[in-house]
């Protein structure tokens, strides 16, 4: 039976959709078919909350099968014909749905504008005949603690009173200053859990987009990712410059007649210098600047925008204050701030119990993706990025810390740094910036160094500038522990990233070599490769540690190892020196480690595919199951994951160095952000593995 859960409320103004994002998050981590129903919906155009669910988690549900009916059908049938025709009817909705998923996110009614009778029954009675559990949600904005406590417990009462299965109920938008003594009381008070999120003020800001559209303005400068900047504040212009200069706050829209090039430059100018970094500009009177204070103004901030309106400044003023941030498909950042909100103020463990979501056998790409998020943030660590100043990096950076994966240290020269996260539209007061180049750090690093490379005739002077590479800055971090792993590779070669490494950090005990591993995410399983990256020709001595590695590091992330050791023969069919050195890894890995299922030598289709396995080894433990697969040379492994990353649409994530004492990994260069997001998360929990018991540094490192 399709399982299901009801995300409802008692008023508008909740902010609901963090919570409907949130618990759709939780959904995806342990379910592979997740369908969306929406039994009422508002006709004035799409749904902007399912655009979003639909893009970010990949769903494949049809839109129209998303929703039961309008508002306005709903209360016309409603009026005619009665309240169990028009329960009858989103039933039969529902049911149609909920027979092709395995569980169904129901989104109750909003409580704006719908003139729905006795709404909060309504959704009673549907979460009932749907047969889902209810999580009502209180909006606590501008109520005072006391008041809102009160709201908490009638709205369990409401529903629980109507014979619903009330699992938990959230508290949305208090002041933060309220949440603890909030939670603490309600905690007392309430018989299922309460979990109590404060108000952000970046997810209730407008995006710099909406306001254009709102507004019906022009885009004259700016690209997609300043479009997508909050404006957090407004900041009207008519002052002198000076004056207005010091008006200016974090984040803010400027909003000025487009006559004043001054202002318009003099915003733009503290933008680029990072004091402070703006949202955009919006210029009204339907005036526009030159072509030369325009030119100007893209060279001085690219990317931040600049929008032309038609209206007076005053009128202006009072649309802007009517709007309100919506989360949205074309707004992914502040995505990722609603669900690092939601994860940290919701007991998520508790939630996912208390649904009754239980892990599927099959693991997704989206479900590895949430594993390595949620094991990353529950024991925090300190990953260091030497790119600093790359454009990817930057962006994956202000993914990690919106969605609060792990500390952050990034390399670089800080003004620069800055600099261009400001023209990015990124915050980063979250994350530590050191120069490698002025740190402290470089005498205590360089003498670290020279005592290291001694033998290779390294003095102090110059590995003083040795370790001013950030490379090596960082590796030295990772080393002394100030970090406890490091990511680089985005835009410096593989050698540069891992030699540093080999110098400083060296192997682990019992390993023979570094070696690297791809998780290749396909549709309905994640798969190990290894080695694609690392070691060219390995011999079987090498070949064995690579797979015992391999074996360990797929285990640590939760996919069990079934190790096939992979050649042009099967079994006993072929001979020569290469299937050889197969056979001879394989034994030594039995010999090794007798607890490790391995099969080989082994073709790849007989590896993975039940019906291959049957014909050509049928008595396998590990034939067409396999989980791990150990190519026996480089060219091969290479080839083979890039094959199938492109032509099978996989998902590669790696490579994933393995065999270090302390965790370091390299990037692809033309890795994508969610790449390096997924290598940072893959990173903090090896560190987490690596030594467990170690608690992440108290304070960040002094630069």
């Given at each position: 039976?399709?399982?299901?859960?009801?995300?409802?409320?008692?008023?508008?103004?909740?902010?609901?959709?963090?919570?409907?994002?949130?618990?759709?998050?939780?959904?995806?981590?342990?379910?592979?078919?997740?369908?969306?129903?929406?039994?009422?919906?508002?006709?004035?155009?799409?749904?902007?909350?399912?655009?979003?669910?639909?893009?970010?988690?990949?769903?494949?549900?049809?839109?129209?099968?998303?929703?039961?009916?309008?508002?306005?059908?709903?209360?016309?049938?409603?009026?005619?014909?009665?309240?169990?025709?028009?329960?009858?009817?989103?039933?039969?909705?529902?049911?149609?749905?909920?027979?092709?998923?395995?569980?169904?996110?129901?989104?109750?009614?909003?409580?704006?504008?719908?003139?729905?009778?006795?709404?909060?029954?309504?959704?009673?009675?549907?979460?009932?005949?749907?047969?889902?559990?209810?999580?009502?949600?209180?909006?606590?904005?501008?109520?005072?603690?006391?008041?809102?406590?009160?709201?908490?417990?009638?709205?369990?009462?409401?529903?629980?009173?109507?014979?619903?299965?009330?699992?938990?109920?959230?508290?949305?938008?208090?002041?933060?200053?309220?949440?603890?003594?909030?939670?603490?009381?309600?905690?007392?008070?309430?018989?299922?859990?309460?979990?109590?999120?404060?108000?952000?003020?970046?997810?209730?800001?407008?995006?710099?987009?909406?306001?254009?559209?709102?507004?019906g303005g022009e885009v004259l400068l700016g690209d997609g990712a300043g479009l997508a900047r909050d404006a957090l504040d407004f900041v009207f212009g008519g002052a002198m410059l000076p004056t207005f200069l010091a008006a200016l706050t974090p984040g803010c829209l400027v909003i000025t007649p487009g006559d004043r090039s001054d202002l318009v430059i003099g915003a733009l100018a503290a933008h680029s210098a990072g004091t402070p970094p703006i949202a955009g500009i919006v210029l009204t009177l339907d005036e526009r600047p030159g072509e030369d204070i325009m030119a100007l103004a893209a060279r001085l901030a690219p990317g931040t925008p600049v929008v032309s309106v038609p209206g007076y400044s005053f009128p202006t003023a009072a649309e802007l204050f009517a709007l309100e941030g919506?989360?949205?498909?074309?707004?992914?950042?502040?995505?990722?701030?609603?669900?690092?909100?939601?994860?940290?103020?919701?007991?998520?463990?508790?939630?996912?119990?208390?649904?009754?979501?239980?892990?599927?056998?099959?693991?997704?790409?989206?479900?590895?993706?949430?594993?390595?998020?949620?094991?990353?943030?529950?024991?925090?660590?300190?990953?260091?990025?030497?790119?600093?100043?790359?454009?990817?990096?930057?962006?994956?950076?202000?993914?990690?810390?919106?969605?609060?994966?792990?500390?952050?240290?990034?390399?670089?020269?800080?003004?620069?740094?800055?600099?261009?996260?400001?023209?990015?539209?990124?915050?980063?007061?979250?994350?530590?910036?050191?120069?490698?180049?002025?740190?402290?750090?470089?005498?205590?690093?360089?003498?670290?160094?020279?005592?290291?490379?001694?033998?290779?005739?390294?003095?102090?002077?110059?590995?003083?500038?040795?370790?001013?590479?950030?490379?090596?800055?960082?590796?030295?971090?990772?080393?002394?522990?100030?970090?406890?792993?490091?990511?680089?590779g985005a835009a410096h070669s593989t050698a540069a990233t891992i030699r540093p490494a080999f110098e400083i950090i060296k192997t682990a005990p019992g390993a023979a070599i570094v070696s690297s591993v791809f998780f290749m995410c396909l549709a309905d399983r994640v798969l190990v490769y290894g080695d694609c990256a690392v070691n060219p020709d390995p011999n079987a001595e090498q070949l064995a540690d690579i797979a015992v590695q391999s074996a360990s590091t797929a285990a640590q992330f939760g996919v069990e190892p079934r190790i096939a050791m992979l050649s042009y023969s099967t079994g006993t069919s072929g001979s020569g020196a290469d299937v050889d050195k197969v056979r001879r890894a394989t034994e030594i890995v039995r010999a090794q480690r007798p607890d490790l299922l391995i099969e080989g030598p082994i073709q790849y289709d007989a590896a993975v595919e039940p019906t291959v396995a049957a014909t050509k080894l049928p008595e396998s433990e590990v034939a067409g199951r396999a989980t791990v697969l150990i190519f026996p040379d480089l060219n091969t492994g290479n080839n083979t994951y890039k094959a199938v990353q492109r032509s099978a649409g996989a998902i590669a994530v790696g490579p994933v160095l393995q065999g270090l004492r302390k965790p370091v990994n390299d990037l692809s260069r033309g890795a994508l952000v969610q790449d390096i997001v997924n290598t940072v998360a893959i990173t903090a929990v090896q560190a987490q593995t690596a030594d467990p018991a170690a608690a992440p540094p108290a304070a960040a490192p002094a630069p």
């Open positions: 039976m399709t399982r299901s859960v009801y995300v409802t409320g008692i008023d508008r103004g909740d902010g609901r959709q963090v919570v409907e994002l949130g618990v759709m998050e939780l959904l995806t981590r342990h379910v592979d078919k997740v369908g969306v129903f929406r039994p009422l919906m508002h006709s004035d155009g799409p749904d902007r909350l399912y655009e979003l669910l639909r893009s970010r988690y990949r769903l494949t549900q049809a839109p129209e099968s998303v929703h039961g009916m309008s508002y306005e059908d709903g209360t016309a049938l409603q009026a005619e014909q009665g309240t169990d025709e028009l329960v009858s009817r989103l039933v039969d909705r529902f049911h149609e749905v909920a027979g092709e998923y395995e569980y169904v996110l129901v989104l109750g009614t909003d409580f704006a504008g719908t003139n729905v009778p006795a709404e909060l029954a309504l959704n009673a009675r549907l979460a009932n005949e749907f047969g889902a559990s209810v999580i009502p949600v209180v909006g606590g904005q501008g109520q005072t603690a006391e008041s809102v406590r009160a709201e908490a417990r009638n709205a369990y009462r409401a529903y629980d009173a109507e014979g619903c299965d009330v699992v938990a109920v959230i508290v949305n938008r208090v002041a933060p200053a309220d949440r603890e003594v909030i939670a603490e009381r309600l905690s007392a008070r309430l018989p299922v859990p309460c979990y109590v999120l404060p108000e952000d003020a970046s997810l209730s800001a407008p995006t710099v987009q909406q306001i254009a559209t709102a507004l919506k989360l949205t498909a074309g707004a992914p950042r502040k995505a990722e701030t609603a669900l690092g909100l939601f994860e940290r103020h919701v007991d998520t463990a508790e939630l996912t119990n208390r649904i009754s979501l239980a892990k599927s056998s099959r693991v997704t790409p989206m479900m590895f993706e949430h594993e390595l998020i949620e094991r990353s943030r529950s024991a925090r660590r300190r990953v260091v990025l030497p790119e600093g100043f790359e454009e990817r990096v930057l962006r994956a950076a202000d993914v990690l810390l919106r969605r609060d994966v792990c500390d952050l240290t990034l390399l670089g020269e800080e003004p620069a740094i800055r600099k261009k996260a400001a023209e990015l539209g990124i915050d980063l007061s979250g994350a530590q910036i050191i120069d490698p180049q002025t740190s402290p750090l470089r005498e205590l690093f360089a003498e670290r160094y020279a005592g290291l490379r001694a033998h290779k005739g390294v003095s102090v002077e110059l590995a003083h500038d040795i370790v001013a590479d950030v490379s090596y800055f960082g590796t030295l971090m990772v080393q002394e522990g100030l970090a406890d792993g490091m990511v680089s």
